[in-house]
């Protein structure tokens, strides 16, 4: 017993938590304060800290403390203690609040102890109940959760972890800490044991001494939550049960907008200092689904850079659903229920995060239409009944292409399942799409070491913001341009609303702040239409999204995104003679693009070729190719002198899809080409299976061929007259910008011979 904490022993020194009224400080405030007194007054006279401190530091000090932790001993504790951040954050503020040292060493190791001692995890629970037995009392750390029996008049309790039967709750615990009956919250608690009464008989003493039979348990009455022996006789909540929203948002004015943004960042674990300002707005757009309620955010990007981070550690508020594995009846209630569950996830939590979205599965075949409706209007139909909720929904993803490369081919939201690929009216209900290729991936410098609010402060924030609405602020000085639709104007005055609510709370916003939030909602959102375009064309035609001066009609500004530039890979000029860009499936699947660069030597008509290795069925194209030019060749430019000349060909694969075996008539092109000395037509692509027997495939796929082709940067496509029954049903949006050119059915000649423009 000498090594456990006990209340005996009274070595909690748990500081009184504030009932509602008063100013909800969390922890230790008063110590708080002190240091931040003392940590401020250093930094004035230029004294060394025992770490860098700097003015935002002695800034959050003065106005918020009891409120902040050192997030570098965040940081250390999470290496070997997996416990809510905030949970540490706590004890952090309780036992480190202080610039020596040597006492924050001692906090740490004291932090330590009780972490193992008190923190209840879920294969302890044993252990822990048969503690409490022992001692009598003793101190825990769990979430404790209640709900009001109405029929008995009591509110029934219960832990997350540790494994008891429910017992009652004084009811003065849930008056004073609501959230008790909103989900649960995290406390320190002295639990009691008393042990069960003997059992009496009918006229309740043993009158005569003598041992009294036990009596016959069927006939004893149902115990519940009152007959149990556990009972909580002091409790110290360590999540806020309450904040203070206007002195929160009072105490904005005393940050520029810089600091205030580098203190939301610092208090995610951030160091901003290694952020670029526009950087900075993308992590702080990764907190809008948690302040802005039915909020609709896409993330994909490259690995490592932090994308759950914000859901998983920062707010208890949010759910992260790995590989995003669900079922419709677990998001979205179960059919007709009465019970609890009958909202599902979305009516539980603040923000539902699809980690992973490439894995993301529904058995429910109705599940996307079902999203769809939810994520359009924030309700949706289980059965009979139409059910509200607010959460909003990340979904988050990796992308294993360059972004430049991944425009050429497809589509930005190409990382999602079958299940929603091309789906352009559930990604029509995206609110913003934030560039994750921008955002760098996560080094330890990234990881601030100075104050920032404690992630519970944060969250209670995030919480009670989003009961507000600033959307309202962009019309004090701006109008949208006519591309606008109603979907394009709720997108950008939402993720607008959530950035003002981050970063100016008191909505003071001159013209330049809310112009500057404007351009980064209006990107995202123009994103998300430049994608649709993609997809279905002429019907999201209208992506100059833009803004106008509301003084200034005529000054109108359209908002531009970054990767849309005007880099191609097949350009506009002329090629070499014997080069030739050929358009076939990988053998993965996947539409490509290829450079085939043929080159004619003196020799004795044989063919070199490098970059497909030992790829079988790609030689047996590249030989078939070969073979058709060797007998029909001369009938495309009289006069070549094929039999005298070598072949040269470099496979080229441009965007890494992996060979294509479906580009023989691009070769056989490319060796007409070499073997004439004559380019072919510029911006030129070439589809088209050549089989060694001189027959030509039907081409399958038309539209997606064409797509990659224009997005490619081809303006021209060769095909044959055959394809145009099938263009009736390519968008006309791709054929505008990719003109065909035709040529004879199973015609290899006259293929080339288009595409040489010698006809």
């Given at each position: 017993m000498d090594d456990t904490y006990t209340d005996d022993e009274d070595l909690w020194d748990v500081p009184e938590v504030p009932v509602p009224g008063d100013d909800g400080a969390v922890g230790a405030a008063a110590a708080a304060d002190d240091a931040g007194d003392a940590v401020a007054a250093a930094a004035d006279e230029s004294s060394e800290l025992a770490f860098d401190a700097d003015t935002l530091d002695a800034k959050l000090l003065r106005h918020f403390g009891g409120k902040i932790v050192r997030k570098d001993l965040t940081s250390?504790?999470?290496?070997?203690?997996?416990?809510?951040?905030?949970?540490?954050?706590?004890?952090?503020g309780m036992y480190c609040s202080t610039d020596d040292e040597d006492g924050v060493e001692e906090g740490l190791e004291r932090i330590r102890k009780i972490l193992t001692e008190n923190y209840v995890r879920p294969d302890e629970s044993e252990r822990i109940k048969s503690k409490i037995r022992e001692l009598g009392q003793y101190t825990i750390i769990d979430k404790l959760s209640a709900r009001l029996d109405e029929y008995k008049d009591i509110y029934v309790a219960s832990f997350a972890n540790l494994t008891i039967e429910p017992f009652v709750i004084p009811a003065e615990y849930v008056r004073n800490y609501s959230k008790i009956l909103q989900g649960g919250i995290w406390c320190i608690m002295r639990i009691e044991y008393r042990r069960p009464d003997a059992e009496l008989d009918e006229f309740g003493a043993d009158v005569f001494g003598d041992e009294i039979p036990a009596r016959n348990r069927s006939k004893k009455k149902k115990r519940g939550p009152e007959d149990s022996p556990f009972s909580v006789v002091s409790l110290t909540p360590i999540q806020m049960p309450n904040l203070d929203l206007d002195e929160m948002i009072e105490c904005r004015q005393y940050f520029t907008r810089d600091e205030w943004l580098n203190m939301l960042l610092r208090s995610a674990g951030y160091e901003p200092n290694e952020l670029t300002e526009r950087e900075r707005l993308h992590f702080v757009e990764r907190m809008v689904p948690l302040i802005e309620h039915n909020y609709n955010l896409c993330e994909l990007g490259p690995r490592g850079t932090g994308k759950s981070h914000i859901y998983k550690e920062v707010s208890p508020y949010a759910i992260l659903l790995s590989g995003g594995q669900t079922t419709t009846a677990n998001l979205f209630g179960r059919m007709n229920s009465m019970r609890a569950d009958r909202v599902g996830l979305v009516g539980h939590w603040d923000c539902v995060t699809f980690d992973e979205v490439a894995g993301m599965r529904f058995r429910d075949t109705n599940a996307v239409q079902i999203m769809k409706d939810y994520m359009a209007s924030g309700s949706y139909a289980r059965g009979r009944d139409q059910i509200n909720a607010d959460a909003s929904m990340v979904f988050e993803g990796n992308i294993n292409d360059t972004v430049q490369n991944v425009l050429k081919t497809t589509h930005l939201f190409d990382s999602f399942p079958p299940e929603f690929n091309n789906d352009s009216a559930f990604f029509d209900r995206i609110?913003?799409?934030?560039?994750?290729?921008?955002?760098?991936?996560?080094?330890?410098?990234?990881?601030?070491?100075?104050?920032?609010?404690?992630?519970?402060?944060?969250?209670?924030?995030?919480?009670?913001?989003?009961?507000?609405?600033?959307?309202?602020?962009?019309?004090?000085?701006?109008?949208?341009?006519?591309?606008?639709?109603?979907?394009?104007?709720?997108?950008?005055?939402?993720?607008?609303?959530?950035?003002?609510?981050?970063?100016?709370?008191?909505?003071?916003?001159d013209k330049d702040d809310v112009e500057w939030l404007l351009d980064y909602a209006i990107e995202g959102r123009r994103r998300v239409k430049e994608q649709l375009k993609i997809m279905a064309g002429v019907e999201f035609i209208d992506v100059n999204l833009g803004y106008m001066d509301a003084d200034n009609p005529q000054d109108v500004h359209v908002v531009q995104v970054p990767e849309q530039s005007e880099d191609t890979l097949i350009p506009d000029g002329p090629l070499l003679p014997g080069h030739v860009f050929g358009?076939?499936?990988?053998?993965?699947?996947?539409?490509?693009?290829?450079?085939?660069?043929?080159?004619?030597?003196?020799?004795?008509?044989?063919?070199?070729?490098?970059?497909?290795?030992?790829?079988?069925?790609?030689?047996?194209?590249?030989?078939?190719?070969?073979?058709n030019f060797e007998t029909l060749?001369?009938?495309?430019?009289?006069?070549?002198?094929?039999?005298?000349?070598?072949?040269?060909?470099?496979?080229?694969?441009?965007?890494?899809?992996?060979?294509?075996?479906?580009?023989?008539?691009?070769?056989?092109?490319?060796?007409?080409?070499?073997?004439?000395?004559?380019?072919?037509?510029?911006?030129?692509?070439?589809?088209?299976?050549?089989?060694?027997?001189?027959?030509?495939?039907?081409?399958?796929?038309?539209?997606?061929?064409?797509?990659?082709?224009?997005?490619?940067?081809?303006?021209?496509?060769?095909?044959?007259?055959?394809?145009?029954?099938d263009l009736q049903a390519v968008s006309p949006e791709i054929i505008t910008g990719l003109s065909p050119v035709f040529y004879q059915d199973n015609d290899p000649v006259d293929a080339a011979k288009k595409a040489l423009d010698l006809q």
């Open positions: 250390l504790m999470k290496r070997s203690a997996n416990v809510p951040t905030f949970v540490l954050e706590y004890l952090l609110h913003y799409y934030l560039p994750g290729w921008e955002i760098p991936k996560m080094r330890s410098s990234l990881l601030t070491g100075h104050y920032g609010l404690i992630t519970d402060c944060l969250s209670e924030f995030c919480k009670e913001m989003r009961r507000r609405d600033y959307t309202h602020l962009i019309d004090r000085f701006f109008r949208f341009n006519s591309d606008f639709n109603k979907r394009d104007e709720i997108a950008v005055r939402k993720t607008f609303g959530g950035l003002a609510k981050l970063l100016f709370p008191d909505e003071a916003m358009v076939g499936r990988a053998q993965g699947g996947e539409v490509a693009v290829y450079k085939l660069e043929n080159k004619a030597v003196a020799g004795e008509c044989k063919l070199k070729h490098e970059g497909v290795g030992f790829n079988k069925p790609v030689r047996d194209t590249l030989d078939a190719a070969f073979e060749g001369s009938r495309v430019a009289p006069g070549m002198h094929i039999a005298s000349k070598d072949y040269l060909l470099f496979y080229n694969d441009l965007q890494g899809k992996g060979l294509s075996d479906e580009i023989s008539l691009a070769e056989f092109v490319g060796l007409c080409s070499a073997a004439a000395n004559r380019p072919v037509m510029a911006a030129l692509a070439v589809p088209g299976i050549l089989r060694v027997s001189g027959t030509m495939d039907e081409i399958r796929g038309l539209e997606d061929i064409m797509r990659v082709a224009k997005n490619a940067g081809a303006k021209r496509i060769v095909l044959p007259y055959a394809c145009i029954r």
